[in-house]
């Protein structure tokens, strides 16, 4: 039984952490915050808008483009973020 449960318990294990993986990798990419689905959690709670740009999509673009151009000033001033 054991030598049955151990093969299945690194295979999940291995799937999980290459799960995260990639959502860390896509998060690094898009520089994006995750975003919930529509008819999740946040609708049953109420909090339907968004508590990052508050609906808002262009919010969302500008903060990413303050970020950006901050970065780099830093970056020319030899300072890190």
Do not use: H, W
């Not at 690194?10 to 860390?24: E, Q």
């Amino acid at each position: 039984m054991l030598s049955q449960l151990l093969p299945m318990l690194a295979i999940t294990f291995t799937v999980f952490i290459l799960f995260f993986a990639f959502m860390g990798i896509g998060y690094m990419v898009k520089k994006k915050p995750l975003k919930g689905s529509c008819g999740g959690v946040a609708k049953l709670m109420g909090d339907e808008q968004c508590s990052f740009c508050g609906d808002d999509p262009n919010k969302c673009d500008s903060l990413m483009a303050e970020q950006q151009e901050n970065a780099l000033r830093a970056a020319q001033l030899g300072k890190s973020v």
